[in-house]
């Protein structure tokens, strides 16, 4: 099988009925807050799962160009961070390079806001195309002093030291677990109370990690509360599987005819569990096995016969990363499914809604994008074709399984390297589909 590079790859297709048991690597979202988080506390912090993918050792890169000391211990396999605390980051004399990791951006425009030396946040050529606006209004508010490039809300974004920050009361205008982020951690610098109004609720992995490493946040509904010059502890972070790196063998393990697949130690959040609930109300056969540690489930698939349904409101921040797979289960299921209130899904890596509904048409599909999302009909075949992911990595992992499906003829992959954004091992694990399985016990 040819490797993976920007140039393109040749898919897999047509994988035969299967049974196996497999693990996924890290959840994204907590191995960039337990960087930046471990970072800023005030003692060691070792993390066990870490996602190393280009994403996150970009925020391990931001981290230790502030003057943080970041190791890997071979033995053990954690990543060991000496926390310096709130006064203890540096100025970098280089731009701090986030890649393509909008996390990294986001969440460090938080925490540069209230430090008192200039920083310059850069990334790739698709991360300076997505907005940032969003972060700098309410740290403005909070009196960060924040510039776009050219005076845009575009990046590079230069954040200059300010007396102080204050804090406000602030409602938000989009459901970002990012935007989020970066008002809480410049709360925590700001004199004062700072309350968060949620519109939709997102995932919460910034408030429950934040109580892990010391710090009051009071969540009433859809309102936070955090007090400026609270200090964090060291701690220890056990990251379990990404529910976004699983999606993709959930929608394979329903969609591949005489195939069971079992999915270990997948991290377990209501914020972020959307698509569980879409598989149970288009009717696939799901089996949730929660563990011990109170964070993480097995989850296991079995082949079904998949309904069309509609998935809008409140659900969209729970999945809005598993979307692309959702619309190609949705090419499989009987009726017509309708997606929307993803409007986020523009401003991603590429603009998804035209991605996905381009990319799989051109397979056969049969997908009318919205302003919004989509109306999918289902039960189209599948067909061989010359596809690309637009360096989206959720869109060229969704590709692969949709070749899955293709019963003959080659497809191709532009730029597939992008997967390792997040998922580096994610071809070696569709071929190792290919391996005879003890099966699932």
Avoid at 124 to 150: I, K
Avoid at 252 to 277: A, C, H, Y
Avoid at 355 to 367: D, F
Wanted: aromatic fraction near 4%; include cysteine; charge should be negative.
């Amino acid at each position: 099988m040819d490797a993976p590079n920007t140039k393109g790859r040749k898919l897999r297709t047509h994988l035969a009925g299967i049974q196996t048991r497999l693990t996924v690597p890290g959840d994204k979202s907590i191995s960039h807050r337990s960087i930046i988080l471990g970072s800023i506390a005030e003692g060691q912090t070792r993390v066990t799962g870490f996602l190393k993918a280009e994403d996150c050792l970009a925020t391990i890169a931001v981290m230790r160009q502030l003057g943080v000391e970041i190791n890997e211990e071979l033995e053990s396999d954690e990543i060991v961070i000496e926390g310096r605390g709130w006064s203890g980051l540096t100025a970098s004399k280089q731009p701090l390079d986030c890649g393509n990791s909008g996390t990294t951006m986001r969440l460090l425009t938080g925490l540069l806001a209230g430090q008192p030396f200039e920083s310059q946040l850069i990334g790739d050529a698709s991360l300076n195309q997505r907005p940032m606006g969003r972060v700098m209004e309410p740290l403005g508010a909070m009196g960060a002093s924040l510039s776009g490039y050219l005076e845009t809300e575009l990046p590079p974004l230069v954040i200059q030291p300010v007396d102080k920050l204050t804090a406000i009361d602030y409602e938000m205008t989009v459901a970002s677990a990012q935007v989020k982020s970066a008002i809480m951690l410049g709360a925590l610098q700001a004199e004062g109370e700072t309350t968060i109004i949620e519109k939709v609720l997102s995932r919460n992995h910034t408030e429950e990690m934040l109580r892990l490493f010391g710090v009051d946040v009071e969540v009433k509904r859809k309102a936070i509360r955090i007090r400026g010059g609270q200090k964090l502890t060291g701690q220890r972070v056990e990251v379990p599987g990404d529910i976004s790196s699983a999606a993709y063998f959930l929608a394979l393990g329903l969609l591949l005819p005489e195939t069971e697949i079992k999915i270990e130690n997948v991290g377990f959040n209501e914020t972020r569990s959307g698509i569980l609930d879409v598989i149970q109300a288009m009717g696939g056969d799901l089996k949730i096995e929660p563990r011990d540690n109170g964070i993480s489930a097995d989850l296991t698939v079995r082949s079904s016969p998949l309904k069309n349904t509609v998935i809008e409101g409140s659900i969209i921040p729970r999945l809005i990363d598993e979307l692309p797979v959702i619309a190609l289960m949705a090419t499989q299921a009987n009726g017509v499914t309708m997606i929307r209130d993803a409007e986020e899904l523009k401003v991603k890596e590429t603009d998804r809604i035209q991605a996905v509904a381009s990319q799989l048409n051109a397979m056969g599909a049969n997908i009318i994008p919205t302003e919004d999302g989509w109306l999918i009909r289902g039960q189209t075949d599948l067909q061989a074709a010359d596809v690309n992911s637009f360096g989206d990595h959720r869109i060229g992992m969704m590709l692969q399984i949709a070749a899955l499906l293709v019963k003959e003829g080659t497809v191709h992959l532009a730029d597939a390297s992008c997967v390792n954004i997040s998922y580096p091992s994610f071809f070696d694990t569709i071929e190792s589909l290919e391996k005879p399985s003890e099966g699932i016990k």
